[in-house]
Each structure stands twice: as C-alpha cells, then as structure tokens.
C-alpha cells in the first residue's frame, strides 16, 4: 500500500492532507475503463452507507469499497468517488459513521446512491449521535470513527478511518445471524443478501 504523508498541520483528528498515487515507471495503458468495470461487475461486495456533517448540513452516500484493514488498531477504509455531490463534506468532515446494512435497509442503500435528493428529508429515519454525527435508524451495525488520512487515487479519494464508537450485535447472538441481518450484497447491478440460502 502506497504510504501516506503526515500533514505539518496540526489537526485535531490526525487527519492529514491528500496526498496522490503517482505511479513509479510508465505504465501501459492496456485496460479500459470499461474493461475494468465488467471484471469487477461480477465481483459482489457488502453494501454500506457512509454520513457526515462538516459543518453546513449531513450528507451521506452509498459505498460497496467499505472494508477493514486492521484491528490493533481498528482502521477501515473507504473510497469516494470525486463525482459523488456527498466528497466535499465527507473530505471535510473529521469524523464519520459507516452504516453496515442488511436487505431491511435496502430502502437507505437506494436513497443514499439516488442523485439530487434530500437524503435527510425523512427526519424519523435519523437522528444525531451525542457526539453530533447524524445516523439512520435501523442499521444491524455502524462504526463510528475519526478520519485520519485520505490518499487520491485516479478519480476516487481513499480514506482511512479509525474507528472510535461501534454498535453491534454480540457476537454468537440471534441478532448477528445471517438469518436475521441478512446482509446487503450488490452484484452485476443489482441487489442481493445473505443467509443460509447462500450458506456452502
């Protein structure tokens, strides 16, 4: 993984400056965009929603890039897309919550990859976190963490998270089987979800 340089500037949450991918040699150009799309298309992935307020109002977003890559300490990552109206604030914000949904939530998964809608209209589908993060209602888990670098990669800004709050179910418990999370998967454009049915 390409490291990221710590800013000069101090910032409450460690969170430095983006810094670019540059590539070490010339690389051909040899796969298209499109090509790239379709060998991923039939690569499935779980279906999270990433909120943040910065400051001048909550956004959220849509993301399938969600995954962890350490747990001492507890880090995520995720990616945003510079195309996506929520980047601004979410490059902006010094925490977020990332929602891990289930098929229950799939009405959040739709509203919050829908362009030019108030994603927040519905204010009993959310409320604010203590801590002034606003969160939908209904996730079977969120993390709630700080962001403490962002790489730009392409078109897209990787961001590394560390994570501060969770709420989950225990581990073991009815609440954590497939059975009654089932978890949201997207797959070659469309939506789908886990449970013994798709036990091997």
């Not at 897309?81 to 929520?86: D, G, I």
């Not at 509203?111 to 002034?132: K, P």
């Not at 993060?133 to 392409?154: C, D, F, N, S």
């Amino acid at each position: 993984m390409t490291a990221v340089a710590e800013s000069d500037q101090t910032h409450p949450t460690g969170a430095t400056n983006p810094e670019s991918v540059t590539p070490h040699r010339t690389l051909p150009n040899t796969v298209s965009a499109d090509e790239f799309k379709r060998a991923f298309r039939n690569h499935p992935a779980g279906v999270a929603v990433v909120t943040a307020d910065a400051g001048d109002g909550p956004v959220g977003l849509t993301a399938t890039s969600v995954f962890s890559v350490s747990a001492e300490p507890p880090l995520l990552v995720f990616s945003i897309s510079e195309l996506s109206s929520s980047a601004p604030t979410i490059k902006r914000a010094e925490t977020v919550v990332v929602h891990l949904l289930g098929a229950d939530q799939i009405g959040i998964a739709k509203l919050c990859a829908t362009s030019g809608v108030d994603r927040f209209a519905d204010e009993d589908s959310w409320n604010r976190l203590v801590t002034g993060e606003p969160v939908y209602h209904g996730a079977h888990a969120w993390i709630r963490g700080a962001v403490i670098a962002q790489l730009e990669a392409g078109s897209s800004t990787l961001m590394v998270v560390h994570a501060l709050q969770t709420s989950a179910p225990a581990a073991g418990s009815a609440e954590a089987n497939a059975e009654t999370t089932r978890p949201l998967v997207y797959h070659n454009r469309a939506w789908h979800h886990l449970g013994e049915h798709s036990r091997l």
